[in-house]
């Protein structure tokens, strides 16, 4: 069973738009990747019923030559690796914020971003006992001429 609903709209004159959206997926017999840690073989089985929800919202904006937009997100709790304890082997929930700022003159642009402005520790991902951690805040200027 798999739900996802959403809306987009913009406001004064197409200078904002809006975008949310938010899903739920629940899965019975959801097949995983188990390794079994006696031998160290690995195997696809399947395991418990598994729910899968989240949200995410969008606003951009342009005003005399900025552009902005913002994006927060929220996926809930996964499971990650069944081999050895489903109370300890899931990724937990996380939220990340991210923003951008742009100024818009024509031939040139400059835009100053920022990714998980808030510095969430997270795992992103997992595979067998090996771990993969999002990354930290990230932020920066680009800058582009067209020639």
């Known amino acids: 069973m798999s739900y996802e609903a959403g ?29 079994e840690p006696s031998t160290g073989f690995s ?12 949200f995410e919202a969008q606003v951009q904006a342009r005003v005399r030559g900025f552009g902005y937009d913002a994006n927060v997100a929220y996926v809930g709790p996964q499971f990650a690796y069944l081999g050895y304890s489903p109370l300890s082997d899931r990724i ?22 920022g990714t998980n402005l808030t510095d969430k520790n997270h795992v ?7 771990e993969f951690y999002g990354a930290p805040r990230e932020y920066g200027v680009r800058v582009r001429v067209a020639l």
């Open 7 to 35: 809306w987009k709209s913009s406001f004064f004159g197409e200078r904002v738009r809006t975008q949310l959206s938010a899903f739920y997926n629940k899965y019975k017999g959801f097949q995983f990747n188990v390794v």
């Open 43 to 54: 195997g696809v089985e399947n395991i418990a019923d598994v729910t899968i929800k989240g």
């Open 92 to 113: 937990d929930g996380r939220g990340l914020l991210s923003a951008l700022v742009t100024l818009d003159m024509g031939d040139w642009q400059v835009t100053a971003y």
């Open 124 to 130: 992103s991902g997992q595979f067998n006992s090996n």
